[in-house]
């Protein structure tokens, strides 16, 4: 094992033992400089992962447990037909503030459609989905506009909720920032690369504070770090208070996630 | 010297000894791994410093701080704070107490 991956699951146990995301952050990262600074093996200076973790868990205690709030999403007997083809059965979701649901399920499985339901974009043909508070939803790809420099998008977010231009600026670029991207350049959408579009989409969603927040498959075009970027700011904005329910085919996160729809038996 | 009895000490140690690097002026883990190397306490793990460093932080007796160093790397740069100075002056008080007759009877022993 060598640094990089001795970091990989350390992070991954600290995760693992609810040390506050930011926390976390912070003393991976002290690791990594100290590794770099010092050479080593990791073995040998800080221990194995799991021990040091421990060690990292009783100096700075972990994270408040999360005390699920009231119900935001209420998906009951959704079911939904394209010709004879039927997509959803009777799929039911329920997810509190403060929870993180996944999604998941094969490709065609009717995950996507399942979550436009649930942002009233599409009807179901028969079924009931009850929100409340404020929705944001963020698509798998569309959502930016291919003319405007990301600056533009913040302050078309923030004029929808009242916000002058310079701090609807601002609170993109801080947003952003979350997601480890600067946001700063003078770029028009239609030049960003897909990753980066992707954040941009995925940091308007974002902004405008949604109680509710629904992603479908939110990392298309990202690379591993802006993956794991990605998932510490869910977490953030669950404890927070946020309801989440993200769209997925990658189970790795699982461990991370509060409620799990699994669509692929529910059709046909 | 047998490392499990260098534990044991340092354990009681270390945060005293970290808080009076700290009195002069900030310094970051790895630096602070060193001077304690160079002043003869010998070689600290990562392992067993973070975590000292990170208590002390955490009951306030240092802050910390990431920047950039003026070559290589971010770095999380700690400074002790007015509490951590009196913590300092007590601990370390109370150590040379209990040291000077400690070091008296070994020395006895080690003569004798």
């Not at chain 1, 944001?136 to 569309?142: A, E, F, K, N």
């Not at chain 1, 350049?185 to 992707?198: E, F």
Request: glycine share 12%; hydrophobic share 40%.
């Amino acid at each position: 094992m060598n640094a990089d991956e001795w970091l990989r699951v350390f992070a991954a146990e600290l995760h693992q033992r609810r040390v506050a995301v930011d926390a976390a952050r912070h003393v991976v990262a002290e690791a990594a400089t100290h590794l770099r600074e010092g050479g080593g093996d990791p073995w040998l200076v800080f221990g194995s992962p799991q021990a040091y973790a421990a060690t990292i868990v009783e100096s700075i205690g972990t994270a408040p447990a999360p005390r699920p709030g009231p119900v935001r999403l209420d998906a009951r007997g959704i079911t939904k037909r394209y010709g004879r083809r039927t997509v959803l059965r009777d799929a039911a979701l329920t997810v509190r503030a403060g929870q993180i649901a996944a999604v998941v399920g094969a490709n065609g499985c009717g995950k996507s459609t399942f979550l436009r339901i649930c942002a009233g974009l599409i009807s179901p043909d028969a079924g009931e989905v009850t929100v409340s508070g404020r929705l944001g939803y963020c698509p798998q790809q569309g959502g930016t506009a291919d003319f405007l420099l990301p600056d533009e998008h913040f302050v078309l977010v923030g004029a929808g909720q009242g916000l002058t231009r310079e701090p609807a600026r601002q609170a993109g670029r801080a947003a952003a920032r979350q997601l480890g991207w600067e946001a700063d350049r003078d770029v028009p959408a239609r030049h960003l690369s897909g990753g980066t579009r992707q954040k941009l989409n995925l940091t308007m969603s974002t902004l405008a504070a949604p109680d509710v927040l629904l992603l479908d498959e939110p990392y298309q075009g990202f690379d591993q770090g802006s993956y794991v970027n990605l998932w510490d700011q869910l977490v953030r904005l669950r404890d927070e208070g946020r309801a989440i329910v993200v769209v997925t085919h990658l189970l790795n996160q699982l461990d991370r996630v509060d409620v799990v729809l699994d669509l692929t038996s529910s059709a046909k | 010297m047998d490392p499990d009895r260098r534990g044991q000490w340092l354990r009681g140690v270390l945060d005293l000894c970290v808080l009076a690097l700290l009195r002069d002026g900030e310094s970051y883990g790895y630096q602070l791994a060193q001077a304690l190397d160079t002043a003869g306490v010998g070689p600290i793990q990562g392992g067993t410093l973070y975590p000292v460093l990170l208590r002390l932080q955490r009951t306030g007796l240092v802050t910390a701080q990431w920047r950039e160093g003026d070559s290589g790397p971010a770095r999380k740069y700690y400074q002790l704070t007015a509490e951590g100075r009196a913590a300092l002056r007590q601990g370390g008080n109370a150590w040379l107490a209990f040291v000077a007759p400690v070091t008296d009877i070994v020395t006895k022993g080690v003569d004798g």
